[in-house]
């Protein structure tokens, strides 16, 4: 073995030629279950879809620079991590009735690239509450939606998240500015929060004069030196962006880096997976056939297989291989859940320097509700944010308010749809329901040959009615905040929250689910699933951290069945 690998478009130790276990994308869940597996000295490839931007990731001797910067053309415009729609389309339709498709396009694609969407994610690490896992008892009912209960509960992975929250490194509230709502934790965050953005201040100021409860949002950004990496220096670009020093604690620069160390994971990227290879009686998986940087289709065998490229990929690579491996339940796609985001938007007269700063340093949860109280219905953490978008500020002003010369320069310098902003970001439950789905497209296919995702969504009442009560209360926090306008921005059309669950939803009846508490298939006896496709329901906070956390369960039950918590280490 030699690390840092020198085969080009790969990572780790590529002297590898056998695998106890092949796992499909790199991002969160997929760099948390290799992380695990190969502690326990598990051979482990990993292949990636997209390129990697982390130049020797598997150097022993230290992380290099990564290619990021705070480059809005390079990251907004020019898409460097971004699914190229020309490449790899999606389509979209609200509904069958719709025909094939009424939208081709940025279908809520997530990044392609080692690492995973968490790269350009501003890395918001909130814990579900124990409620969360019971919705389909405690909501009971309710027509056209489909909650379920989760198999496993918040007492059981109450421990993974603490092994993920050190082990990646969260900075998180103390007891004097915590969240009341927040569920029991058997260990403190390891790091405690950094300051605050000054626009965050301003509204948290004004949400505890109307009687709720900010607090420092939880956020897996380094607010000291963690494991190697530096403090962050709040330099204002961390949504949409990879950050440029490493302090925030992505899955590439954390998990995955620790498991290629290890000598036991080698990662081929630019590899884009056609099919797996199924037995002829669709109950094991023999192979995998991926495309490889050169065009060449290859054939890799392993004992088991396990799917982490997306709820929505992992699912249509299910699909490319046979409509009917493991489907005998139906619900293979069904389920699709984004997070509802309600965004209330407010004007100062003032600055608020929002390029300073994390994007989102405070929020609030007093808005999650409770089940089936009509006077806190269930939606979601209220962010607290701003924007730092400069390019596309200047932007705005000149396609959409078609301003040029000197009143565009005014604006520019003014900035008063940027610096003078004050965003509220509602995170949302949305109502599972098997009629949200994606499929394959019958008739669009992607640059590799392969048919093209479809989704079918709509929005239910449930979440709209949701929306319409607390979006005013949003408002008047606005007011209070001393915003001269206040702005409820239109729900997205397809959906642009990039929180993407559901499609391979896990439970214990194989009639009514497609894995099992264990994250493996009910019908293939080697396949399992570690990403968002396993939640039955998608909670009112960030789903990441759950993410990793129930990755970590099903790769610690891969490890140790009998008791997976034999693997954790920090409780």
């Given amino acids: 073995m030699s690390l840092p690998s020198t085969t080009p478009n790969v990572l780790g130790d590529a002297s590898l030629a056998t695998f106890d276990t092949i796992i499909i994308g790199s991002g969160a869940g997929g760099s948390t279950v290799a992380w695990t597996l190969a502690k326990a000295g598990h051979k482990v490839l990993v292949l990636e879809a997209g390129d990697n931007h982390f130049p020797k990731l598997d150097d022993p001797s230290g992380l290099a620079p990564p290619v990021f910067a705070n480059d809005e053309l390079k990251l907004q415009v020019r898409s460097l991590i971004a699914q190229d729609a020309l490449i790899e389309p999606r389509s979209y339709r609200a509904t069958a009735t719709d025909g094939d498709r009424t939208f081709v396009g940025d279908a809520n694609a997530l990044p392609h690239n080692v690492g995973g969407a968490a790269v350009h994610a501003d890395m918001k690490y909130p814990r579900f509450r124990p409620t969360d896992f019971q919705l389909g008892t405690l909501l009971g009912a309710i027509p056209g939606a489909s909650f379920a209960d989760w198999p496993v509960d918040y007492t059981a992975l109450e421990r993974f998240y603490v092994e993920i929250e050190h082990a990646v490194g969260v900075q998180g509230p103390e007891t004097t500015n915590a969240d009341p709502f927040a569920p029991a934790k058997s260990k403190p965050y390891p790091m405690p929060p950094a300051l605050p953005m000054f626009a965050n201040s301003i509204l948290a100021d004004a949400a505890r004069r109307l009687g709720y409860h900010p607090f420092a949002y939880p956020t897996a950004v380094t607010s000291r030196p963690y494991r190697g990496r530096p403090a962050c220096i709040d330099c204002g670009f961390c949504s949409g962006y990879g950050c440029p020093t490493h302090a925030k604690s992505s899955p590439a620069v ?46 890799v065998t392993a004992d088991r297989f396990i799917l982490a490229a997306s709820a929505p990929e992992s699912a249509r690579i299910l699909m490319m291989t046979d409509l009917a491996l493991g489907n005998s ?243």
């Fill in 254 to 299: 954390t998990l995955l880096r620790e498991a290629l160390l290890t000598g036991n994971v080698q990662l081929r990227f630019n590899s884009a997976v056609m099919r797996l290879v199924a037995s002829s009686s669709n109950t094991s998986i023999t192979a995998v056939e991926y495309m490889d940087p050169n065009g060449a289709l290859q054939r």
């Fill in 329 to 571: 339940s139906g619900m293979v796609g069904r389920n699709l859940m984004f997070h509802f985001q309600t965004q209330v938007i407010g004007v100062l007269r003032d600055r608020v320097h929002g390029h300073r700063g994390r994007s989102v340093t405070m929020g609030f949860s007093d808005f999650r509700g409770t089940p089936n109280d009509p006077d806190h219905p269930l939606g979601g953490i209220i962010e607290l944010a701003t924007s730092s978008d400069l390019i596309g500020e200047a932007k705005n002003y000149a396609f959409s308010l078609q301003k040029t010369g000197d009143a565009l320069r005014t604006l520019i310098q003014q900035s008063p749809l940027r610096d003078k902003l004050l965003a509220m970001i509602m995170q949302a439950e949305d109502a599972p329901q098997a009629t949200n789905r994606v499929d394959l497209d019958p008739q669009l296919r992607d640059a590799y040959g392969r048919p093209a995702l479809r989704i079918t969504y709509a929005n239910h009442k449930w979440e709209l009615d949701t929306r319409d009560f607390y979006a005013p209360k949003m408002l008047a926090i606005q007011e209070a905040a001393g915003a001269q306008f206040g702005i409820i921005a239109p729900a997205d059309t397809p959906s642009a929250s990039r929180h993407v669950m559901g499609t391979l939803r896990m439970g214990n009846d194989p009639t009514t689910s497609v894995c099992d508490r264990t994250g493996k298939f009910h019908d293939v006896g080697n396949l399992w699933c570690a990403d968002g496709g396993l939640f039955p329901t998608s909670s009112g906070f960030n789903p990441t951290l759950t993410l990793q956390a129930l990755a970590l369960w099903v790769g610690a039950n891969i490890v140790s069945p009998g008791d997976p918590t034999a693997v954790l280490v920090e409780s």
